[in-house]
């Protein structure tokens, strides 16, 4: 972290003054500005006065994910592949259910999907400081390489033939791949999955939003990891 704005008020929320006590014991300069000046800062919606500005994250390779999920000790890999979520408030939903449930790491597309920003950071709640997050160039391309390195790639599809609760995943390296918003997964990215599996739904509504539908997914390989 290298910088934080706080707001100026008589009456602060005691998790202001924590993130101040906090910053100031890590030597993070603190600046108390007014509220107008915090709003001319945010670059989200509702900042609850606090605006924090940190280095970018640092992105790390594909094979890193899984190589150093397999060392001794370590939980078997289990990595969340996004393929071309647009909305950033879905992305950060979707790294919080991740790290929630045990995701080792996360995969994501450079272009044509929305990346880690300041709304997705703010959607995930947290989860972008304990997640490894890598970036490929292509999906298709990093599941067939996921393929090499031994990870079961499952791909979550309301045509899917299988349930994702009838799936026996236990402790096997795997990789659960989202689609986006509306198309769902690429056709070349279904492909590439080893398993297509479904969500079952009960009421009238086809279809799922992605970021609900992967903390359902996410947690049903979490309970079978378990």
Known sequence: MSEIFLVEGTD??????EIDNLAR?????????????????????TPQGVVAFAEPLQAIDLSDLVLESAKEAAPAPFL??????????????VLRSAECAGATGVVLPRHRAVHVTAAVTKAAAGAVEHL???????????LQSLAELGVKTVGLDERGESS???????????????????????????RRCDVLARIPL?????SLNVSTAAAVACFEVARGRA
């Open 202 to 206: 009960h009421g009238a509504i086809s």
């Open 164 to 190: 994702i609760f009838d799936l026996s995943l236990g402790k096997e390296p795997v990789s659960l791949v989202l689609g986006a918003e509306g198309r769902g997964l690429s056709p070349l990215t279904r």
């Open 132 to 142: 490894r997050i890598a970036l490929v160039p292509g999906i298709p391309s990093a």
């Open 25 to 45: 014991q890590n030597n993070v300069p603190v600046r108390m500005v007014s509220i107008r000046r915090l709003e001319s800062l945010q670059r989200t919606e």
């Open 12 to 17: 602060p929320a005691p998790i202001l003054g």
């Open 80 to 93: 969340v592949v996004v393929d071309g979520v647009t909305d950033p408030h879905n992305l950060g939903a």
